[in-house]
Structures are given as structure tokens and as C-alpha cells.
């Protein structure tokens, strides 16, 4: 690398500066948005909880076989719903959500299934849409203010309708979530068909009493079961991308401040040289006209 002048130096800290400016006000924007989000999941969680526990126990209760979306059938073909962000600077959180994809869908391939994808944020579209996995929808632009629930509701009624068809015998669910507030990981759960309760539980589950069409029920919870899920998997999605980006520009910061320090000290260190240079031309020619 060549050897740069004092102005040089100055330059590139006025670069990195204007740098820092700009990670530092990312993490402060990532931290407000985090917060609204955590808010959001944590007050979504319990409601999304108790959803699936009731349709766990509608499913223990009824027969199987005689609701479409409760049956179960031989693995043939595979939907995965994947959710990712539409922006980056986020560090590792689409790359690892995107791995664990990829990882998924050769498991399933190699055990002779196929595999199609419904993506849920611009990141997965972008990847996918340059590889040999087919896509059945994608969806961008999908966080840019709220979690857009119109999105869930379309990918649920999508997925339902490709079960109910028999054109998919599983659909599962894969999405990063938070585990704490202040760490998240990709988590691939079942979507389709349900699990039912174990043996030994439902002894222990309630008895309901219908005071409306039973299959009209159940059609209307699972409805809201499947539109809700997927609203929670984004929600989930939403906070750790924040979170995600949040910490990364933090780094980025930090490693600013760090490099600012490092070009401080060859500036001051360059001034030294030149200045060391001028006074040694300035004695020799003194030394000269003597």
C-alpha cells in the first residue's frame, strides 16, 4: 500500500467519520423500532399461544379424517413458508435463516420429496429466485412500515387451499424468533396438517359444547389459526431483524471509533515525519549558506 500524505489521512478519518455518523444513527433508529416490535410480539404471543392450544384440542376431539386439514397423508411434497427480511445490514440474519432453507430443502431432497417455497420478505425472493427450487409465491416490501397481516392472510389461504387440493401433503414454517430479548435463532415448526394432543393428554383436555354448526366452528378457528400463525411468525421475524440490526450497527460503530484511533495516530505520526523532513531541509541549507 502507498505510503499517504498527512492530507491523505485527513481525508480518509473525515470518511470514516461520516461513516459512524451513519452506523451510530442506524443502531439508534434499529433500538426505537425494536422496542415497538418486542412490544408488539410480546402482547401477540399469549393470544397465539392459547389459538394453537385450542386447535390442538379440537383436532384430539373430532375425527381426523373427516376435516381436510387435519389429515394426514404419505410426505410426497413439501411447502416451505420462509420468512426473511427485505433489508440487510443486519449481520447474519438472513444468511442463516436463508442456510437453514437450504439445509431443509436437500434433507428433503435427498430422501426423494419435492420441495417447493412460499417467501415471505425481499432477502429469500432475491436468493431463491436465482436457484432451481420452485417458488409458489414471493412476497417483498412486506416490512417496510408494519408487519402486513393482509400478507399472512394470503399465504395462509394459499397454503390451505394447496393442502385441501392434495397439491401438498406438508407444509412447515421456518422463521427467526426471538428467544430472549436479547438473542433469536431460526426455528422450523410443522404448519400443516395439524399435530394432534399425545394419547395419554387427552383425557385431560375440555369437552365442548357447540352452540353454533360444529364444522363451521372449527373452519372459522382454523382460519383464524393459520392467518394468526403466520402474522406471529412475521411479528417473530420483525423484532429479531431489528434486534439483528441493532447490534450490528452497534459493531460497526465501535469498529469506526476503533479504526479513527488507528488513522489518528499514522496522521500524527505522518506530521511528525514532515515536519521532521522540513526542519532537516531548513539545516541543511542553513548549513549550506554558511
Known amino acids: 500500500m502507498p505510503k499517504l500524505s498527512p492530507r491523505d489521512i485527513r481525508r480518509k478519518i473525515q470518511g470514516i467519520k461520516n461513516t459512524r455518523r451513519i452506523t ?25 399461544d392459547k389459538l394453537y392450544e385450542l386447535v390442538r384440542d379440537l383436532a384430539g376431539h373430532i375425527d381426523r379424517e373427516s376435516h381436510p386439514l387435519l389429515e394426514e397423508r404419505d410426505e410426497k411434497r413439501v411447502d416451505l413458508i420462509l420468512v426473511t427480511a427485505d433489508r440487510g445490514l443486519a449481520g447474519s440474519f438472513n444468511s442463516n435463516i436463508i442456510k437453514e432453507a437450504e439445509k431443509f430443502i436437500t434433507e428433503k431432497r435427498e430422501k426423494g420429496k419435492e420441495v417447493s417455497l412460499i417467501l415471505i420478505g425481499r432477502k429469500g425472493v432475491q436468493y431463491f429466485s436465482k436457484r432451481e427450487v420452485p417458488i409458489i409465491k414471493g412476497y417483498d416490501e412486506v416490512f417496510r412500515k408494519e408487519v402486513n397481516f393482509g400478507v399472512a ?44 394432543p399425545e394419547e395419554e393428554a387427552l383425557g385431560s383436555y375440555s369437552v365442548y ?16 389459526y393459520l392467518n394468526y400463525q403466520i402474522y406471529r411468525a412475521m411479528v417473530e421475524s420483525n423484532a429479531a431483524e431489528h434486534f439483528a440490526r441493532m447490534i ?30 522540513e526542519l532537516m531541509d531548513i539545516v541543511g541549507a542553513a548549513e549550506a549558506m554558511k
Open 248 to 277: 450490528a450497527m452497534d459493531n460497526a460503530t465501535k469498529n469506526a471509533d476503533d479504526l479513527i484511533k488507528q488513522w489518528t495516530l499514522a496522521f500524527n505520526k505522518a506530521r511528525q515525519e514532515s515536519i521532521t523532513l
Open 153 to 196: 392472510k394470503e399465504v395462509a389461504k394459499t397454503v390451505k387451499e394447496r393442502f385441501k387440493n392434495k397439491e401438498v401433503d406438508t407444509v412447515y414454517l421456518l422463521n427467526n424468533e426471538m428467544i430472549t430479548r436479547a438473542s433469536y435463532k431460526p426455528v422450523l415448526r410443522k404448519f400443516l396438517p395439524f399435530e394432534p
Open 209 to 224: 359444547t357447540f352452540e353454533v354448526e360444529e364444522e363451521e366452528f372449527i373452519n372459522q378457528v382454523i382460519d383464524l
Open 24 to 48: 451510530n444513527a442506524m443502531k439508534v433508529v434499529s433500538a426505537a423500532k425494536l422496542r415497538r416490535a418486542q412490544e408488539l410480539l410480546y402482547s401477540s404471543r399469549p393470544y397465539s
